[in-house]
């Protein structure tokens, strides 16, 4: 099958990290992907097995996600939408694919409605449609009004084939975080976390008996990477290794780099995962793929929740992680040195955590899920030919 994914992460790269775990997983069974990505290049990602098509980027103007900026950091104008609007639809006839998987949308990214809109429509008219599907994680932002779940509900109820929820339903279902419907249940397909294959560790023991201190890709966390080097100087006795993510990395390494501190600050490192399972423990937020390393690792770890801008769903995260063991929750708005280093001592103490019971092949699962509908989209059309 040709497939195409596409996907825009405005603030860090979750979002686009999912989504070629997910395209990666369509290659590996021998399927073709094509990946159009509408955020910012996110060059630590590898893209390798897949084609990525770079729209005319944009990203968030910080948690202002209905405030979007261009590269120079000017509010995005109607000539630029109109132009990633074009590249969409464009490829998408030009590819004519077997299956069409919108991440997010329709459940978020409502500031690029018209962008979604032109695409599905452009499908529509394909002379044969693909089957549509939307992917979403464990756990969405909340509709902040009633009028947004119904939207949402229409659209997947008019243009779409099925929801692949990324989320194994022992751990958590769509309905803690969004209104799910009878119609809309009849669509969902839970398949499992989406994660790549558990890191084995890293072979010259990178990272052994440290505190791995990562924030994501984006500025949101400057202020637990601020924290983390103040608390290093209450914890000199473990050595304290800060992964600073995103393009301007060196920059603010610079910025937040303080002399008194025995932190030790660096660019985000391609090997975090596998230095996972030598850390002594980790300081993170709360994002997605962030959880599920944990989860795959075992590492004791404080999670520091992104909840700026009314966000709830890495706080949501971290509360159904919290009662297992080796990990504890501290509010972003709360934390300070003192706090953090006692986190950290309990949860270093505390006996490790079983990495059984959860299952992390929804990547794979997507594939099986896709190839049977499609089958299923494809013997409908036949016969309505007949």
Same mark, same amino acid.
């Given at each position: ?75 995005? #104008? ?49 002379? #044969? ?107 000199? #006795? ?74 709830? #769903? ?73």
């Amino acid at each position: 099958m040709k497939v195409l994914i596409v996907v825009t992460h405005l603030l860090g790269t979750g979002h686009l990290a999912r989504a070629l775990t997910l395209g990666r997983a369509f290659v590996a069974k021998g399927h073709s992907v094509t990946l159009a990505s509408g955020g910012f290049p996110a060059p630590q990602l590898s893209t390798a097995g897949l084609t990525l098509v770079q729209l005319p980027p944009l990203r968030s103007d910080g948690v202002d996600f209905a405030r979007l900026l261009c590269p120079d950091g000017t509010p995005v #104008e109607e000539a630029y939408r109109a132009k990633r609007i074009t590249t969409l639809t464009t490829l998408l006839r030009d590819m004519a694919p077997d299956v069409l998987i919108t991440e997010l949308y329709p459940f978020g990214r409502r500031t690029l409605k018209a962008e979604f809109r032109a695409l599905l429509e452009a499908a529509h008219t394909l002379p #044969e449609r693909p089957l549509i599907l939307s992917s979403i994680r464990d756990i969405l932002a909340p509709p902040s009004k009633p009028a947004k779940a119904e939207e949402a509900a229409e659209i997947i109820a008019r243009d779409y084939d099925g929801v692949l929820v990324h989320s194994d339903p022992k751990a958590t279902t769509l309905d803690i975080s969004w209104p799910v419907t009878p119609e809309l249940a009849a669509k969902l397909h839970y398949t499992g976390y989406v994660a790549p294959p558990a890191a084995a560790p890293h072979p010259e023991g990178l990272g052994k008996g440290e505190i791995l201190v990562s924030a994501g890709g984006g500025s949101v966390g400057d202020a637990l990477y601020a924290c983390a080097i103040a608390a290093a100087k209450l914890m000199p #006795e473990t050595p304290w290794r800060l992964l600073v993510g995103g393009s301007d990395a060196a920059q603010r390494i610079d910025r937040l780099r303080d002399p008194a501190s025995p932190a030790r600050l660096e660019p985000a490192r391609p090997e975090f995962r596998a230095m996972l399972p030598h850390a002594a423990a980790s300081v993170s937020l709360c994002g997605y793929n962030t959880a599920l390393d944990l989860l795959q690792s075992g590492t004791p770890a404080v999670l520091v929740p992104f909840d700026a801008g009314k966000e709830v #769903e890495q706080s949501l995260r971290a509360q159904s992680l919290a009662p297992l063991p080796g990990f504890a929750v501290e509010a972003a708005a709360s934390l300070t040195p003192d706090r953090l280093c006692a986190a950290l001592r309990k949860v270093m103490q505390q006996p490790q955590r079983s990495l059984d019971g959860f299952e992390f092949d929804g990547a794979a699962r997507s594939v099986e899920i896709a190839q049977t509908l499609h089958g299923e989209v494809r013997r409908k059309a036949r016969g309505r030919h007949l």
